[in-house]
């Protein structure tokens, strides 16, 4: 691959029947074996790209009796001649009533194969025609692609967190993701100061961090301008040497009036940054020119942002990315176009400064624990009242020891929800004490918010109560172990409604209780662990 920069993955995982072969039921003849069209020039195309490739199968007709292992074998041997050689084999031989490890759902054959290959789950992407493959996916941290027959469930493609036409278009994807992170023309030397922009919430300000990382370890100095909801998680970004907080009238929300007594002092303030050129980060609904208008007017004589608007004089480098490309990968887009990547061995998923986080509070206990997080401060993104309690319930009778977190103005309802069973750190941590508290979890529950983000930067896997108002495969937790739920094909679809359109908010507030329970099993989280059971290596950086 091109050298300039870490690629995104190592392996592409696929799922055999129905993704790479027609779906025969229980087939151990070799003659039946049937190829999709194009697999084979698509496999070629990731081979070329030096990705490696497994094979990740649910094969119970062993269990069940329907054919030998001799005859699997058989098959396994035709499809090789047919669609090229796989650098692994990953076969769950049981059934359901098995209660394995490997069966998709479960991310078993996913860790198997990515050990095989001497890689992780994160640096995977696995292709599959169900939401069994998705889920296995996502629960070890991997990327998932899902690529739709007759057969798939409506329900399973509006799960997904990508969806393609066929197995071409899965692949087309991966190498287009893979090429939108390294810079077409990499730079030559270091630049001088960088001014980085991200308004919006903590949230936002982390799945930035790995486009603001790439910028640093380009540039001589970062100065980030940020919002005051930004503020803390800006703190705790590795990169930034100096920060910036100033209210953006056009992005935050509530959003300020325009003060132009402000307006004015804000240009004088940018201007004593004396950038040699800024990278301004936005969401797709977001606008960076006025911002980029201010830089003008600022003397920043270089500037790089993403905008469908004309923007005329205001831009340099005016980037554009598809729709439902994860946030951190959009950020990295927009570096990479300005001509910054990340180093070599700097992953690129979400990660915090340890040396800022403070020690998690002494009552939060043991680690081991599973972190609740109702709240949110956009309604439709919380947790339902009336579903986060019984969750503790549900929880607490299954051995968890659950901590109920939530800020300042949460507090009533983190100690309402925490009385169903559950120790109440309501209002007892800023975002570092949360960092610290989520960082010693077995597993976050958690809606589409913050702390999510906090998760994935810590190697935390991740229960998302995730309300389908915007795209998972966007905003989901980033390549870390995650199981989503919730109706992701509810009415309040891709509205980005901030208070839910639908009475009852049913695509959350139907979740069963019990389906955390699922959920953590499917995660390896044990209950009344002493210890986190998964952690990602290389999650904190120093
Ligand atoms: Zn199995």
């Known amino acids: 691959m091109n050298p300039s920069g870490p690629a995104l993955y190592d392996a592409v995982l696929l799922d055999r029947d129905g993704t790479l072969v027609e779906d025969v039921p229980y087939n151990g003849d070799p003659e039946k074996v049937g190829p999709l069209p194009g697999a084979r020039e698509a496999l070629d195309r990731l081979r070329a790209a030096g990705l490696r490739l497994a094979v990740v199968t649910n094969q119970s007709g062993l269990a069940r009796g329907y054919f030998t292992e001799r005859e699997m074998h058989a098959v396994h041997a035709r499809i090789e001649e047919l669609l090229g050689p796989f650098d692994h084999w990953a076969i769950c031989p049981h059934d359901d009533t098995d209660g394995c490890a490997c069966r998709k759902p479960a991310p078993g054959l996913v860790h198997e194969a990515a050990r095989a290959l001497g890689t992780a789950p994160r640096r995977c992407v696995l292709i599959g025609d169900i939401g069994r493959d998705m889920a296995a996916a996502l629960a070890a941290g991997a990327t998932g692609i899902l690529v739709p027959t007759p057969v798939t469930r409506p329900e399973e493609v509006a799960e997904a967190p990508a969806v393609a036409r066929d197995l071409p278009g899965a692949v087309a994807e991966i190498l287009?993701?893979?090429?939108?992170v390294r810079?077409?023309?990499?730079?030559t030397g270091r630049a001088g100061t960088v001014l980085v922009a991200r308004s919006d919430a903590a949230g936002d300000l982390l799945v930035t961090g790995p486009g603001i990382?790439?910028?640093?370890?380009g540039a001589e100095r970062v100065v980030l301008l940020c919002g005051p909801r930004g503020r803390a998680a800006a703190e705790l970004l590795p990169g930034v040497d100096e920060i910036i907080e100033w209210p953006?009238?056009?992005?935050?929300?509530?959003?300020?009036?325009?003060?132009?007594?402000g307006m004015r002092s804000l240009v004088d303030r940018l201007a004593a940054v004396r950038a040699d050129e800024a990278v301004v980060f936005t969401s797709f609904h977001q606008s960076p020119l006025p911002l980029a208008l201010l830089l003008r007017m600022a003397g920043v004589p270089h500037i790089s942002a993403i905008s469908d608007d004309y923007p005329g004089s205001l831009l340099d480098v005016r980037h554009r990315v598809p729709v439902g490309v994860p946030e951190p990968e959009r950020a990295l887009s927009l570096a990479a176009a300005a001509g910054f990547a990340?180093?070599?061995?700097?992953?690129?998923?979400?990660?915090?400064?340890?040396?800022?986080?403070p020690p998690a509070p002494a009552a939060a206990g043991e680690p081991g624990y599973v972190v609740l997080h109702p709240g949110s401060s956009v309604e439709t993104r919380a947790c339902p009242f009336e579903l986060a309690t019984r969750i503790v319930r549900v929880l607490s009778a299954a051995g968890y020891r659950v901590v109920v977190t939530g800020g300042p103005d949460e507090r009533e309802l983190t100690a309402q929800v925490a009385a169903a069973g559950g120790?109440?750190?309501?209002g007892r941590t800023g975002l570092g004490e949360l960092a610290a508290v989520v960082a010693r979890a077995?597993?976050?529950v958690v809606g589409n918010t913050g702390p999510a983000h906090l998760a994935a930067a810590l190697g935390v896997p991740v229960?998302?109560?995730f309300a389908p108002t915007v795209p998972f495969g966007q905003w989901g937790p980033y390549r870390v172990p995650t199981v989503r739920l919730g109706d992701a094909g509810a009415a309040c679809r891709d509205t980005r409604a901030v208070r839910c359109p639908v009475p009852g908010h049913p695509c959350l507030s139907a979740v069963e209780p019990g389906r955390v329970l699922e959920a953590l099993r499917l995660l390896g989280v044990p209950a009344d662990a002493s210890e986190p059971l998964v952690t990602v290596p290389g999650g904190v950086v120093g």
């Open 248 to 261: 953006l009238p056009w992005i935050d929300a509530p959003a300020p009036p325009v003060d132009p007594a």
């Open 463 to 465: 229960v998302s109560l």
């Open 183 to 187: 810079p077409v023309v990499p730079r």
């Open 213 to 217: 990382r790439a910028v640093a370890a």
């Open 176 to 180: 287009r993701r893979d090429r939108a």
């Open 342 to 357: 990340l180093p070599a061995g700097d992953e690129p998923g979400l990660r915090l400064r340890a040396d800022r986080l």
């Open 423 to 426: 120790l109440d750190l309501g």
């Open 442 to 444: 077995g597993a976050l």
